[in-house]
């Protein structure tokens, strides 16, 4: 019962907030909106800082997941008596081939997507708490979200098409190319509708920025907030990993796109967001660059000679 008082009092809030702002624009008894209106006023040099910040943290949040799920593992192969270095690019087996066996392989090469999986379900479940509050690190918590799923549904979908990393378990279950394809069209489906799903709550780290998220810059922010720093993270981490070029982990960071395209597809549709009336300064935070400077530096340093387990 409280929880409907809640959402009751939320629609009626949303509701007060919309008669207001279209009384302001003097919109509220017209059946169209005159020309020169339907903006709210965004500082100049706003969505670039929106997209630096954003570059950022998609960077931050990918050297977290990645290290982690590296060295999940890294130690999932200890379990069976694997001796490993995880490096920079990949995780190193000190084996040969003929002594894996069926057990070993599905345990190693699974530990990791299943460790993201349940991360990501976790991470969730924290940032749905803090929803709605305006700070920016709530962006960091929704680009590991989206990491840690990549690291899941992704390694379904190109591991099913280029039998690498979660590939391996599927060619040990013997699936027959019908049960490959099957699978990757699953993964398809599944990461695509997941961002359908996910858009409401993408679109709600507006609120970090403006009291309000309009149709006439929705989807501006949407680039700015999630597209662009998809392709700039992309490329900076590819050259961060120059020269061991791994084209598996390539498509696996590409295949965040079935996430990202539905969430622009359906802000295109989905109704106006009215957040609060609390003043917002938009601005670049100078930790970030500096944090991510640090990470990706020991990143490739320490990585680079390798650690063995």
């Not at 040099?45 to 931050?60: E, H, P, R």
């Not at 990645?66 to 490993?84: E, H, R, S």
């Not at 749905?128 to 918590?141: A, D, H, P, Q, S």
């Not at 070029?245 to 597809?265: E, R, T, V």
Request: hydrophobic share 55%; with cysteine.
């Amino acid at each position: 019962m409280p929880n409907r008082h809640r959402s009751t009092g939320n629609r009626l809030y949303i509701a007060y907030r919309k008669i207001r702002l279209l009384a302001k624009r003097g919109t509220l008894f017209l059946g169209s909106k005159p020309a020169g209106t339907g903006r709210t006023e965004i500082p100049q040099g706003a969505f670039k800082t929106i997209t630096v910040n954003s570059v950022l943290l998609f960077l931050i949040a990918y050297l977290i997941i990645y290290v982690v799920n590296l060295f999940i593992t890294g130690y999932a192969a200890i379990l069976f008596d694997i001796p490993v270095v995880v490096y920079y690019y990949d995780v190193d087996y000190l084996i040969r081939g003929i002594d894996w066996t069926p057990d070993s392989v599905s345990g190693v090469f699974s530990s990791g997507p299943l460790a993201m999986l349940v991360l990501s379900m976790f991470l969730i479940i924290l940032y749905k708490y803090v929803e709605t509050e305006r700070g920016i690190l709530r962006l960091l918590l929704l680009w590991m979200i989206f990491h840690a799923l990549t690291r899941f549904f992704g390694e379904i979908l190109v591991g099913a098409i280029l039998s690498k990393g979660f590939g391996f378990v599927i060619l040990y279950m013997f699936l027959m190319d019908t049960g490959k394809v099957v699978l990757t069209i699953l993964g398809f489906v599944v990461m695509f509708t997941a961002g359908i799903i996910m858009a409401r709550m993408s679109l709600y780290s507006a609120n970090i920025y403006f009291n309000d998220l309009l149709k006439p810059f929705r989807k501006k922010f949407v680039f700015c907030q999630f597209i662009i720093p998809f392709i700039i993270g992309n490329i900076v981490i590819l050259l961060i990993k120059i020269p061991q070029i791994n084209y598996f982990d390539i498509s696996l960071n590409a295949s965040m796109m079935l996430f990202l395209i539905p969430i622009l597809l359906r802000s295109m549709t989905i109704e106006d967001f009215y957040f609060d009336e609390d003043p917002r300064l938009i601005k670049a935070n100078l930790i970030f660059p500096a944090v991510t400077l640090i990470l990706l530096f020991s990143f490739r340093l320490i990585l680079g000679v390798g650690v063995r387990l």
